[in-house]
Nanobody, 121 residues
Framework: QVQLVESGGGLVQPGGSLRLSCAASRSIFSLNTMGWYRQAPGKQREWVASITTADTTNYADSVKGRFTISRDNTKNTVYLGMTSLKPEDTAVYYC???????????????WGQGTQVTVSS
């Protein structure tokens, strides 16, 4: 069964840090590049970071230098470390496999519940 369970979000002040976790089903995690996405109010869901099975990483320009994506293959878990957070980072954060999202389309892909990140003073 497909599982994507995000956690670790919360309310932080600008400049603060958070670490998000995503527990994925082994069938998804072991075979795919994993990524983080976010959706802010009034905006489309956007891709923010990805990591391959060989630990190659890539980031959206908006988060480059501030966010760090990593994965633990023994736990089927992908992480997103976030530092120097800005109000514009406020969004619901989701994890997924970009190959699946890009193949079936974002509206048809399965998404977990997401985790809310709010950056505000």
């Amino acid at each position: 069964q497909v599982q994507l369970v995000e956690s670790g979000g919360g309310l932080v002040q600008p400049g603060g840090s958070l670490r998000l976790s995503c527990a994925a089903s082994r069938s998804i995690f072991s075979l795919n590049t994993m990524g983080w996405y976010r959706q802010a109010p009034g905006k489309q869901r956007e891709w923010v970071a990805s990591i391959t099975t060989a630990d190659t990483t890539n980031y959206a320009d908006s988060v480059k230098g501030r966010f760090t994506i990593s994965r633990d293959n023994t736990k089927n878990t992908v992480y997103l470390g976030m530092t120097s957070l800005k109000p514009e980072d406020t969004a619901v954060y989701y994890c997924n496999a970009p190959s699946i999202v890009n193949s079936v389309g974002p509206s048809r892909a399965y998404w977990g519940q997401g985790t809310q990140v709010t950056v505000s003073s």
